[in-house]
């Protein structure tokens, strides 16, 4: 069974920074697809970006563009999430998922293994 586990969260001025931290306890971490979604109080979960398993394929929500950069290091077996220019509705748990198979995609049904998430909190 692979474990994913978060790091990184924590409460930050609206316009500062964070980076977050995924590290997976799975050989095959360089082959798989990786995503990161996010699920505010009382919404559902949502895709916030992911990278492929080759790093030639990174996707975003319109609502992060610009702002966050995922990226892996597989030497280390670890995920990140940077996250500038932060604003309150950025507020939400943050979990990184694996996909063993298939293209990068946005719909939760697509992954197979998460992590319990990271607490991200946005003051303004």
């Known amino acids: 069974q692979v474990q994913l586990v978060e790091s990184g969260g924590g409460l930050v001025q609206a316009g500062g920074s964070l980076r977050l931290s995924c590290v997976a306890s799975t050989r095959a971490f360089s082959t798989y697809t990786m995503g990161w979604f996010r699920q505010a109080p009382g919404k559902e979960r949502e895709f916030v970006g992911g990278?492929?398993?080759?790093?030639?394929?990174?996707l975003y929500s319109d609502s992060v563009k610009g702002r966050f950069t995922v990226s892996r290091d597989n030497a280390k077996n670890t995920l990140y999430l940077q996250m500038n220019s932060l604003k309150p509705e950025d507020t939400a748990l943050y979990y990184c998922?694996?996909?063993?198979?298939?293209?990068?995609?946005?719909?939760?049904?697509?992954?197979?293994?998460w992590g319990q998430g990271t607490q991200v909190t946005v003051s303004s």
């Open positions: 990278l492929r398993w080759n790093n030639a394929t990174t």
């Open positions: 998922a694996i996909r063993k198979l298939g293209l990068l995609g946005s719909r939760r049904s697509n992954y197979d293994y």
